[in-house]
């Protein structure tokens, strides 16, 4: 063979070895950080992981967040719920609300706050003894604006760290032009926090947390998708479940619930219904309700609806749920809210 057609012959060889190389080089395996593909009997299983959590989770809502919030003392704040004031200005940075009958034909809200600091709280309203009777589970600030005679003496007595409107200066509580007084009176947490320093309220809370899951679980119960609360003539709360989301979009007297702060929807990861014994006692129509002791009720997440008991053995300690086999309820990481009824509410699931 000739030298010029051996050179030919040998540069043809080496074209086809480096051709088969980088064919192999193509196919090796790509590494993915996140996840894992997994070929088995022709089905892809996909592992994900989780991000990491920074912080520690809030008793009050199983949500992460810095350890120097979490380790701060709750507050606790009166929400007007007059048609009036609405719509509530902060209400969605409360880990916990719960929401009472008041005088016919109202009820009121109570938001209990650690992680989160609005700028904006209002309108505030004054205090009944069931209110405090449950802030004290939380050995919360009480933020207020009078109250009852009863609240007013509970409040004494008992000597919660008080913030009261009737007694504070107006660069503590102050009243905005946009609504008409009583139901304009209005704080922000950066203020209530300095106030609690200023008068020496201890800074850390000593209370008793909600358990909470570590990672959002369903439950096995009825099709809770809308749930509505009928807890007067003209005077209802409802919820509809937004699926892809996970979370229960609420609504008030039929109208969807806004944070006046920025118009965002009022939402719940739990729901808790309880049932508590209430009477009117005074020509006023100022209730009481019956929160020491057990009852019935209901927790709602992720679409589904379990019956529950309550148990609450005297004024200062925590309420405890439980289902109908006595495991104490784990709560869903999320917002909670916490509608206390008459055992005669009418209550409807769909």
Known sequence: MKLKAKIIVIAILIGILSTGCKKEKLEEPTIVEDKVD????????????????????????????????????????????????????????????????????????????????????????????????????????????????????????????????????????????????????????????????????????????????????????????????????????????????KVYIRNKDGKPHIDEIDESPIIAKNIIIQEAKTKVIDKEGRLEIQLVGEGQGKYITNGKAIDIKWVKKARSEKTLYFNLEGKEIILNPGITWIQIVEPKTEIIFE
């Open 38 to 245: 997994k070929e088995e009997n022709n089905d892809t299983e996909i592992v994900e992981v989780s991000p990491k959590k920074e912080g520690l989770p809030s008793p009050l809502s199983g949500i992460y967040a810095e350890e120097e919030k979490i380790n701060r003392r709750p507050v606790a704040v009166m929400f007007d719920n007059h048609h009036s004031a609405r719509w509530q200005s902060g209400l969605k940075d409360a880990e916990i609300i719960y929401e009472f009958l008041v005088e016919a034909p109202y009820t009121r809200y109570m938001g209990i706050y650690l992680i989160n600091d609005p700028p904006s709280i209002g309108p505030i309203r004054s205090a009944r003894p069931y209110f405090v009777t449950t802030l004290l589970e939380y050995d919360a600030v009480y933020v207020r604006v009078g109250g009852s005679e009863q609240a007013k003496s509970d409040v004494q007595t008992l000597k919660v760290a008080d913030i009261d409107g009737l007694s504070s200066s107006n660069k503590v509580f102050w009243r905005k032009n946009h609504k008409k007084a009583p139901h304009n009176l209005y704080s922000s947490m950066e203020v209530i926090r300095k106030t609690q320093e200023e008068r020496k309220y201890k800074m850390v809370g000593e209370f008793t947390p909600f358990k909470f899951m570590e990672e959002d679980t369903e439950i096995e119960g009825s099709i809770a998708n809308k749930v509505g609360i009928n807890y007067r003539k003209d005077n209802s709360t409802e919820y509809k479940y937004d699926s892809e989301k």
